[in-house]
């Protein structure tokens, strides 16, 4: 997998943003619980390490990763967030819906970032197998979730640096 080359829980390029201004969403699918309660608490740490206040962070849990566009949608609409961070896991080697899931969920996901213009982070780990998903949760690969904040974070911080720009130019 790509992501042995990356931690998932070290950050080059971009300085990454104080996000004390901002509200936030994670959505969290239950499925595969022992892992996505872990990547769950990476993205949660991390928002909170990077200046997010814990009142401005809504978590909610739907059934699986099918139900996170959903669900997020629900937190877009009636959150008053100004960023959603998906989590789930899809281990390939356990099911055949494997294809059908990830495809939709991306598709989904996708689509919310359109219909909402608001940074919705696609934190959905696809391991072939369950070790590999726990290398990615906390383990040798660190975590997913922590990259899906920081995705969030930084999203948000370009979208404040076009803000600054128009006001710069004045137009
Ligand atoms: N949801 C996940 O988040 N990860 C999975 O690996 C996963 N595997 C599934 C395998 C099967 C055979 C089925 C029926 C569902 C699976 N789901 C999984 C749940 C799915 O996202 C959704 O919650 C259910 O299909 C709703 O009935």
């Known amino acids: ?37 872990a990547l769950h608490k990476g993205a949660l740490d991390t928002l909170l390490k990077h200046g997010a206040k814990q009142e401005n962070i809504i978590s909610k849990w ?10 997020a949608q629900y937190m877009a609409e009636m959150g008053s967030v100004d960023a959603i961070i ?46 590999q998903a726990v290398d990615r949760a906390g383990g040798k690969h660190g975590n997913k979730g922590d990259e899906a904040a920081v ?4 999203m948000l911080g370009m979208k404040e640096s076009f803000k600054k720009e128009k006001k710069k130019v004045g137009y």
């Not at 739907?62 to 669900?71: D, H, I, M, R």
């Not at 789930?88 to 991306?106: L, S």
């Not at 995705?151 to 930084?154: F, L, N, R, S, V």
């Open 1 to 37: 997998m790509s992501s042995e080359l990356k931690n998932l829980s070290t950050f080059e390029g971009t300085e990454i943003p104080n996000a004390a201004e901002w509200k936030f969403g994670i959505v969290t699918a239950e499925w595969n619980h022992d892992i996505t309660s």
């Open 62 to 71: 739907v059934p699986g990763s099918f139900e996170l566009t959903l669900g």
């Open 86 to 131: 998906c989590i789930g896991v899809v281990i390939q080697g356990d099911t055949k819906h494997f294809d059908f899931i990830c495809d939709a969920v991306a598709k989904g996901i996708t689509n919310l970032n359109m219909k909402y213009n608001k940074p919705v982070i696609f934190g959905v780990l696809t391991p072939n197998t369950h070790e």
């Open 151 to 154: 995705t969030a974070i930084k």
